[in-house]
T-cell receptor, first 114, second 116 residues
Framework: EPEVTQTPSHQVTQMGQEVILRCVPI?????FYWYRQILGQKVEFLVS????????KSEIFDDQFSVERPDGSNFTLKIRSTKLEDSAMYFC????????????FGQGTRLTVV | AQKITQTQPGMFVQEKEAVTLDCTYD???????LFWYKQPSSGEMIFLIY??????QNATEGRYSLNFQKARKSANLVISASQLGDSAMYFC?????????????FGSGTRLQVQP
């Protein structure tokens, strides 16, 4: 069964460093998303991507964040200068076209900023 | 106002019994979708069930059913014949709009523990 793949599963980085979280969405999906979940809290939307551009973003997704789909298969989230409060589980999700379809989530990348 | 409200931080259920996890939502959009996801301790998000705002019948998927009461804006998840493997966090989520493009808004979750 096709699945969304995220790498790495766990990343530890020093405050102020740049990190890139990688995702390979399901191949025939059209919509791509990043969410984050701070430990013990709800899942929060960051950004959605469709047709090679940002479709929607939340207030969390500020200038420190960027997304890219560089080669038609990978979908990356970059955090330019990490802060302690960026420590969270980051989920990539993808979705087929059409309204009545669910988003499929990757297994997540746990980011720890020290 | 919260778009998705899950009022039960934790629930216990005996194995083989049914359990209902509550979810209420708030939207002025006539077209929306409601979803339930399961998050086991391993952390991944597993899709369980979907209900569209225009669906006349309650959704069912195996042991999962969604009790959709549109006038009350509630979308409760019913798990029948609970199993030990059902122990997990359960999140209710909503997608507003009819294009299917919008992101999901999640509730705060309910931690379900199934006891033998």
């Amino acid at each position: 069964e096709p699945e969304v793949t995220q790498t790495p599963s766990h990343q530890v980085t020093q405050m102020g460093q740049e990190v890139i979280l990688r995702c390979v969405p399901i191949s025939n999906h059209l919509y791509f998303y990043w969410y984050r979940q701070i430990l013990g809290q709800k899942v929060e939307f960051l950004v959605s991507f469709y047709n090679n551009e940002i479709s929607e973003k939340s207030e969390i997704f500020d200038d420190q964040f960027s997304v890219e789909r560089p080669d038609g298969s990978n979908f990356t989230l970059k955090i330019r200068s990490t802060k302690l409060e960026d420590s969270a589980m980051y989920f990539c999700a993808s979705k087929k076209g059409g309204e009545n379809t669910e988003a499929f989530f990757g297994q997540g990348t746990r980011l720890t900023v020290v | 106002a919260q778009k998705i409200t899950q009022t039960q931080p934790g629930m216990f259920v005996q194995e083989k019994e049914a359990v209902t996890l509550d979810c209420t939502y708030d939207t002025s959009d006539p077209s929306y979708g409601l979803f339930w996801y399961k998050q086991p301790s391993s952390g991944e998000m597993i899709f369980l069930i979907y209900q569209g705002s225009y669906d006349q019948q309650n959704a069912t998927e195996g042991r999962y059913s969604l009790n959709f009461q549109k006038a009350r804006k509630s979308a409760n998840l019913v798990i029948s014949a609970s199993q030990l493997g059902d122990s997990a966090m359960y999140f209710c989520a909503m997608r507003e709009g009819g294009t299917g493009r919008r992101a999901l808004t999640f509730g705060s979750g309910t931690r379900l523990q199934v006891q033998p």
